[in-house]
């Protein structure tokens, strides 16, 4: 009948290698988990996929061109709502209020006061917006301080044409005051021209714009230049001097018919604070489609530029205007690119945990398999001791001899890798020695 501790040597007993290597790694797969987990709480939240844009009547500029960048943002799956307005002011004041549904808008040099510029965004400068002076064809050219009691039309209220117009002519000495400023949209004033019931219209628009260009084929109208141009250019820094070469609007008609001096403002694309940078990145490509391959006012690339911003740059326009899209925007479709770039952050746990974990788990998980098989080396050291310093009598030995029994029947059940056998075996070798020894004193 087997005895007790014979019993208890042949109970199976877990094989714990395999699960040894499981908590093992498994626990270092969470730490590492864990560590992702905090660190996707910084990760920048994904581009939106709809977008606003402030811009100004639909007849505009503004609009068209915002049309352009719609076009544009849509085959990257971006929703750009174009919101006709009454110009920038109008712009200013929507992108402003923290309620309205606007996210970027367009906005004439020179129209912002200092509190709103530190308040928005500049994405750069996209096109010259030309202050042109239209007049019935048979007007004479007088400097803008001699129009005393002319019926003027400056444009819409809240627009950008009438802010500047009403600039230009107070330096002049022109007002309401002394004179006739009608603000009205500009196709009426355009209409009010045609008929004689203006003596000048104070137009800011594109040199592509096709109001312009209706008014500039009118026989009855012409574009005047401005003397005064050199001197309001350099006593408001945000116009430029521009010099238009003779019929360059209209080569057949000869008009311009001869070269015109004007100033131009630019419009400024500007976005609020919290725009996503990838965004960013999209609009400036956009602007550089609809704006980089130049005008009748300016050379190809000339336009969208970091120069001649009335607001600060956003540092990702920054980064664009200096070295370009991204790498990533470069190779890969917009949406994959961004998605890389989110999560690159999510590889700091790697750098950090699983390069060190790499190293140091081998060593930890070799010494815990040996440990299981060198912990029964502390048992038979002392067997062997108490063999060398004492015969004792049978139970003693006895009990030595369970003792190895038990010693060899639960190393059997420990599981090891294979690499890890031959000290699995030296044990088994060692334990039949201390049993050739033992069966030695009992002889003796």
């Known amino acids: 009948m087997p005895s007790s501790s014979t019993k208890s040597a042949n109970r199976p007993k877990p094989k714990r290698g395999r ?15 864990i560590a992702f987990y905090v660190t996707a709480q910084y990760i920048q939240p994904a581009p939106p996929v709809q977008v606003s844009i402030a811009t100004g009547g639909a007849e505009g500029g503004y609009y068209s061109y915002a049309e352009q960048y719609r076009r544009a943002l849509e085959r990257h799956g971006i929703t750009l709502d174009v919101v006709e307005t009454a110009g920038s002011v109008d712009n200013l004041a ?15 040099s020179g129209v912002a006061t200092p509190e709103q510029r530190e308040a928005l965004m500049g994405l750069g400068s996209m096109f010259y917006e030309p202050v042109w002076l239209l007049v019935p064809v048979d007007a004479e050219d007088l400097p803008l301080s001699a129009l005393e009691g002319a019926r003027i039309g400056i444009g819409p209220p809240d627009s950008g044409t009438a802010f500047l117009a009403e600039r230009m002519l107070r330096e002049s000495g022109i007002t309401d005051d002394n004179a006739e400023l009608i603000r009205d949209d500009t196709a009426a004033l355009a209409e009010r021209l045609r008929s004689g019931r203006l003596d000048l219209l104070v137009m800011v628009a594109a040199a592509d714009s096709p109001l312009l260009a209706a008014l500039v084929a009118d026989p009855e109208v012409r574009a005047r230049t401005l003397d005064e141009a050199p ?41 609020r604070p919290d725009i996503h940078p990838a965004l960013v990145d999209l609009l400036i490509e956009a602007a550089v489609e609809a704006h980089g391959q130049g005008s009748l006012l300016a050379a190809p690339g000339t336009f969208p530029t970091p120069q001649h911003s009335d607001f600060p740059m956003s540092s ?24 890389i770039d989110r999560t690159k952050v999510m590889l700091l746990p790697l750098v950090a945990l699983l390069f060190p974990l790499i190293k140091i788990l081998p ?52 599981d090891v890798p294979l690499s890890y056998s031959d000290e699995l075996y030296d044990l088994r070798l060692h334990v039949q020695l201390l049993r050739r020894r033992l069966a030695t004193v009992r002889e003796a």
């Not at 930890?364 to 067997?383: D, N, T």
Request: proline share 5%; glycine share 6%.
């Open 19 to 33: 699960w040894e290597a499981v908590g093992l790694f498994g626990g270092s797969a969470l730490l590492v988990v």
């Open 94 to 108: 929507r992108i402003l209020d923290a309620d309205a549904p606007v996210d970027l808008a367009f906005v004439q």
């Open 231 to 271: 001197a309001y250019a350099r006593i408001d820094r945000s116009l430029t001097r521009l010099e238009l070469p003779t019929g360059v609007l209209d080569l057949a008609r000869q008009s311009p018919e001869r070269d015109l001096d004007l100033v131009a403002a630019t419009a400024n694309l500007v976005a």
């Open 316 to 339: 990702d326009a920054e980064r664009h205007y200096k070295h370009g899209p991204p790498f990533l925007q470069r190779y890969l479709p917009f949406w994959a690119a961004t998605w």
């Open 363 to 414: 060593p930890i998980y070799a010494w815990r398999i040996r440990r299981r098989i060198l912990r029964w080396y502390v048992e038979l050291r002392k067997i062997d001791l108490e063999l060398e310093t004492g015969r004792g009598d049978d139970a003693a030995l006895d009990a030595l001899a369970g003792r190895l029994e038990r010693i060899e029947c639960e190393a059997a059940q420990v």
